[in-house]
T-cell receptor, first 111, second 118 residues
Framework: SQQGEEDPQALSIQEGENATMNCSYK?????LQWYRQNSGRGLVHLIL?????REKHSGRLRVTLDTSKKSSSLLITASRAADTASYFC???????????FGQGTRLTINP | GAVVSQHPSWVICKSGTSVKIECRSL??????MFWYRQFPKQSLMLMAT?????????EQGVEKDKFLINHASLTLSTLTVTSAHPEDSSFYIC??????????????FGNGTRLTVT
C-alpha cells in the first residue's frame, strides 16, 4: 500500500525560485528518502534522513523531518530548468527493507 | 557508485506471449531486489521482493503465477510477464539493495522497462 501523501501534486515555478514539496506518512519509520524521476526513467536517490534527524542538506537540497507530525519537506533552492522532474518520498515502514513511495510531486521549472 | 542495469528499456509484444525483463547490479552484489510497476503519472507500486536463492515475496494482489521472478545470482533478477494482456502494459522498474546494507540505505534503480501489449 502507498502510505506517503505528497503535496502539491504538481508545482510550476520560474527558474531561480525555490521549490518546496511536502510528504506525509502514517506509520513509524526508521528513515525517509527522497527520489527524483525524470520522465520515462528510473528513480535517482537524492537524500536520506533518519528518524532521529530533523534536517539535512545536500547541495541545493534541504530536507526536514518532523516525526511528531509524520511529515517531511524537500526544498530545492535556486531552481534550474534541469530540476524539472517528479519527486517522490519513500519510507521504510519501520525497518522493512522495502520502500513505500508517495504519490509524487511533478515539478516544472519554467526558464 | 552503484549501477543497476535493466533490459530491455522498452518492449512491444502480442497478447498471450511472455516477456522477460532483466535487472542486473553491475558493480555490487544484491541479495535483494525489488520490482515495481508504475502507471502514467502515478507512483510506484511494489510488486514483489526478489531474494537471491529463494522464492520471491509478492505483495498482496500480485499474481505470482503471472509475474514470475527469478533471482538466481547475486547480480541478476528477472521478471517474466506470462501470457501478457493489454492491461499488463505498464512501466516496470527494478531496484537493488547492496548486499551488506541495513535498512538505512538507499535503493539503486534501473531505468525501467516500458511494456506495451498489443
Amino acid at each position: 500500500s502507498q502510505q506517503g501523501e505528497e503535496d502539491p501534486q504538481a508545482l510550476s515555478i520560474q527558474e531561480g525560485e525555490n521549490a518546496t514539496m511536502n510528504c506525509s506518512y502514517k506509520t513509524s519509520i526508521n528513515n525517509l528518502q527522497w527520489y527524483r524521476q525524470n520522465s520515462g526513467r528510473g528513480l535517482v536517490h537524492l537524500i536520506l534522513i533518519r528518524s532521529n534527524e530533523r534536517e539535512k542538506h545536500s547541495g541545493r537540497l534541504r530536507v526536514t523531518l518532523d516525526t511528531s507530525k509524520k511529515s517531511s519537506s524537500l526544498l530545492i533552492t535556486a531552481s534550474r530548468a534541469a530540476d524539472t522532474a517528479s519527486y517522490f518520498c519513500a519510507t521504510d515502514q519501520g525497518g522493512a527493507q522495502k520502500l513505500v513511495f508517495g504519490q509524487g510531486t511533478r515539478l516544472t521549472i519554467n526558464p | 557508485g552503484a549501477v543497476v542495469s535493466q533490459h530491455p528499456s522498452w518492449v512491444i509484444c502480442k497478447s498471450g506471449t511472455s516477456v522477460k525483463i532483466e535487472c542486473r547490479s553491475l558493480d555490487f552484489q544484491a541479495t535483494t531486489m525489488f520490482w515495481y510497476r508504475q502507471f502514467p503519472k502515478q507512483s510506484l507500486m511494489l510488486m514483489a521482493t526478489s531474494n537471491e536463492g529463494s522464492k520471491a515475496t509478492y505483495e498482496q494482489g500480485v499474481e505470482k503465477d503471472k509475474f514470475l521472478i527469478n533471482h538466481a545470482s547475486l547480480t541478476l533478477s528477472t521478471l517474466t510477464v506470462t501470457s501478457a494482456h493489454p492491461e499488463d502494459s505498464s512501466f516496470y522498474i527494478c531496484s537493488a539493495s547492496k548486499r551488506a546494507s541495513q535498512y538505512n540505505s538507499p535503493l539503486h534503480f534501473g531505468n525501467g522497462t516500458r511494456l506495451t501489449v498489443t
